[in-house]
């Protein structure tokens, strides 16, 4: 897994629209980040030009023009910003796929699905979790293309004109930042697990199978 | 004495190979695998040259991809084909066990796990499938998981995780006429909502849930993670125990009445510590049918669809505004006598035998809307046998459902099995995101009997006046 430190780019906000309200979209499940008919590959690359597939082209593959992403500077986005419980639905790994493949490395959003918030940092994306008062207050600058620059080691979101703090977990910070292999640090402790197997087989031998 | 503590804690401090500074090592007793979710998992472990850890901990088979149609002529679409052929290949190479496709045992792996007693109580069960949450039935800690993740369970048989609240939802009271474990679970949904058990476990108590099959609790651990939360648990109890005897993987022996010995303590003790509590009246609920793209956009079959005027926060409106759009439907009308194109009976959360007994209960002498085409997907090979035993199929059949092979079919909508755009579906499966049986298909959720009375109406209709 690739370094994570600091990203600098377009933010592209995932609006809903209302009659003149505008407002973040909620409960973008992982059956919009990448519809089921790309999850036949035995791959984890190429999924980019699919993500979002069926909001942002039409039945007949066209683009379609009103969608952020097939919008300028947008299709350059490196941070995606939405509303509450982005990602539920299922536990697909293709959608933290096709977002790291389309450029993405950071979503801003008040809240997560669990199983998603997990797979993105196994993919070396950074979820932000912020209150959504915040986060409303950094639509304009994200609208009109202003560069944001999350910077993970101070935990800073900096704008042209100011600096927002976020919250992550020191775990996933160092993993991150580190650009860990989970298994390889996993088997470093294969002797806990060696133990523990002799006490599972011990203590409810129905456990295990053979 | 110790603290009283939930089931949750109890399998959780039961199964801790090691304890860190805020990250724990899980240890995973069981493991199912499907063809969708694991192919980078395998090739992960090739590339950095491990091993399985356990091979015999883990449980194979094709159930997303597969068609329902007559499986002697084959996948039919090549990219599932070498999906498929992948996992037999992936499974052989790493010395897992693997059902063929033409297997009886072949089904959804929630369905198969159960059946073949590979899912017990107490046990740790992951899968690459968000519908893990199923075997919570059992009192296992069961949930889903990603492809990275199922690689680390392939390669060390633990996950890194941090401890989960305790939720409990309490349901009270008995459930009237035609009110089933599926309308029990998407009240939950709607109560709490899709975000509501998000970094939770819930474990389901009170006397609606004790007093449901083993069969009732899957479909309402099913759905737990259409709440949120990635794990539901019910404790195990004499029914569970039944349901688990002899089953092919169950324990024999002396070995069973040690396990089941086991199985008794695992109980929630009393006094045990909740984060968060809800109840919820059994005895109020009516047959539930959702109208929006999100499982918790849940109302009465009696009841309307929402007005936008009458929703408060601007996000939520707007949310609702766009589900109405997609699902085409009129603010403030009633939900009964939509008309529907489809119906779809199957999926992890209703295609047990239970399920289509259900659905099939209402059947007899009548026919489905010649505007309707209905389907039903057994959950796997062997429920489909039952089903046939006891003549299920020839009901269904002579009502007009076609009978087909088991597989997740148009849950997901993987195979050939999926709603043309802008078709309408009474369906008994989990999810009615924008486009999940198909690109622009309208899904609306309802339990088995629900489904089967909308197949002869023609449209969402409240199946406790068609019995009348």
Redesign the interface.
């Known amino acids: 897994m690739d370094k994570f430190s600091s990203v600098k780019g377009i933010a592209a906000p995932m609006i809903?629209?209302?009659g003149n309200?505008l407002?973040?979209?909620?409960?973008i499940?992982t059956?919009?980040i990448i519809?089921?008919?790309f999850?036949?590959?035995?791959?984890?690359s190429g999924l980019g030009k699919n993500l979002f597939d069926?909001m942002r082209y039409d039945?007949n593959g066209n683009e379609i023009d009103t969608f952020i992403l097939n919008k300028e500077p947008f299709r350059d986005a490196k941070i995606l910003i939405a509303?509450?419980?982005f990602g539920?639905?299922?536990?697909?790994?293709h959608a933290?796929w096709s977002i790291l493949d389309f450029g993405i490395k950071v979503i801003i959003a008040p809240?997560?699905?669990?199983?998603f918030f997990?797979?993105s940092f196994?993919?070396g994306i950074l979820p932000i979790k912020m209150d959504?008062d915040i986060i409303n207050s950094i639509i304009d600058e994200s609208m009109q293309g202003e560069h944001l620059e999350i910077n993970l080691v101070d935990q800073e979101i900096i704008l042209k004109n100011r600096k927002i703090n976020f919250d992550v977990?020191?775990?996933n910070k160092d993993c991150l930042i580190k650009g860990l292999d989970?298994?390889g640090s996993?088997?470093e402790?294969?002797s806990?697990?060696d133990?523990?197997?002799i006490e599972?087989a011990n203590?409810?031998?129905?456990?295990?199978?053979? | 004495m110790s603290e009283p503590k939930t089931i949750y804690d109890k399998i959780w401090e039961?199964h801790?190979?090691?304890e860190g500074?805020?990250?724990c090592?899980l240890?995973i007793?069981?493991h199912l695998i499907h063809e969708?979710?694991s192919?980078?998992a395998f090739?992960g472990l090739r590339m950095?040259n491990?091993k399985v850890?356990q091979p015999?901990?883990a449980l194979a088979v094709a159930d997303?991809?597969i068609p329902t149609t007559d499986r002697s002529l084959g996948i039919g679409?090549k990219?599932?084909e070498?999906?498929i052929q992948?996992l037999e290949d992936n499974c052989k190479e790493f010395g897992i066990e693997y059902i063929k496709t033409s297997d009886k045992r072949q089904g959804i792996v929630h369905i198969i796990g159960p059946e073949q007693g590979?899912t017990?109580p107490?046990?740790t069960i992951v899968c690459?499938?968000?519908h893990t949450s199923t075997h919570g039935a059992f009192g296992a800690l069961a949930h889903?998981?990603?492809?990275?993740?199922v690689?680390?369970v392939l390669?060390?048989?633990?996950l890194?995780q941090k401890k989960a609240k305790n939720f409990q939802v309490k349901i009270n009271g008995a459930c009237k006429d035609s009110v089933t474990a599926k309308d029990l679970a998407l009240s939950v949904i709607g109560a709490i909502g899709?975000?509501g058990g998000?970094?939770y476990v819930i474990e389901y108590t009170g006397e609606a849930v004790t007093s449901l099959s083993v069969e009732g609790r899957m479909t309402l651990c099913n759905l737990t993670i259409e709440a949120?939360?990635?794990a539901g648990l019910v404790c195990p109890d004499e029914k569970t125990f039944e349901y688990l005897k002899g089953r092919p993987?169950s324990?024999k022996g002396n070995?069973?009445d040690?396990?089941v010995e086991?199985w008794k303590t695992l109980s929630s003790d009393s006094g045990a510590f909740y984060d968060k509590t809800i109840e919820i009246d059994a005895g109020n609920l009516t047959p539930l049918v959702t109208w929006g793209t999100?499982p918790e956009d849940v109302i009465s079959i009696d009841g309307n669809i929402p007005n936008?005027e009458d929703i408060k926060d601007?996000?939520?409106?707007?949310?609702v505004?766009?589900s109405l759009d997609y699902m085409n439907l009129i603010p403030g009308s009633p939900i009964k006598g939509v008309p529907i194109d489809r119906v779809f009976i199957g999926s992890c959360t209703n295609g047990r035998i239970e399920d289509l007994r259900e659905a099939a209960s209402i059947l007899p002498g009548k026919k489905v809307s010649e505007k309707v085409t209905a389907m039903v997907v057994p959950g796997s090979g062997l429920v489909k046998e039952q089903a046939e035993e006891e003549g299920l199929d020839q009901i269904f059949i002579q009502a007009g459902f076609e009978w087909r092979e088991p597989g997740c079919s148009m849950c997901?909508?993987?195979n050939a099995d999926k709603l043309l755009?802008k078709e309408r579906c009474a369906s008994t499966s989990n999810?009615n995101?924008?486009?999940?049986q198909g690109?622009?298909g309208r899904t609306h959720l309802v339990s088995p009997k629900m489904a089967a009375a909308a197949a002869i109406a023609g449209c969402l209709t409240d199946v406790r006046e068609m019995e009348i």
């Open positions: 809903n629209k209302s309200q407002s973040l979209m909620m409960n499940d059956d919009m519809p089921k008919q999850l036949k590959t035995i791959k984890r069926e039945s509303g509450k419980n539920c639905g299922s536990s697909r790994e933290p809240s997560f699905a669990d199983i997990n797979n196994k993919n959504e977990d020191s775990v989970d298994i996993t088997l402790k294969a806990y697990i133990e523990f197997e599972n203590k409810r031998p129905w456990n295990i199978l053979s | 039961s801790l190979a090691y500074d805020g990250d090592l240890y007793d069981r969708v979710t192919p980078q090739e950095s491990r850890r015999s901990n997303h991809n679409d990219e599932s070498i999906q992948t590979f017990l107490g046990l690459g499938d968000s889903g998981i990603g492809t990275s993740e690689e680390h390669a060390t048989q633990t890194i899709t975000a998000t970094g949120g939360a990635r993987m324990p070995e069973w040690l396990a086991y999100s936008l601007d996000s939520k409106r707007s949310a505004k766009r997901l909508a993987m755009p999810r995101f924008e486009g999940r690109r622009e």
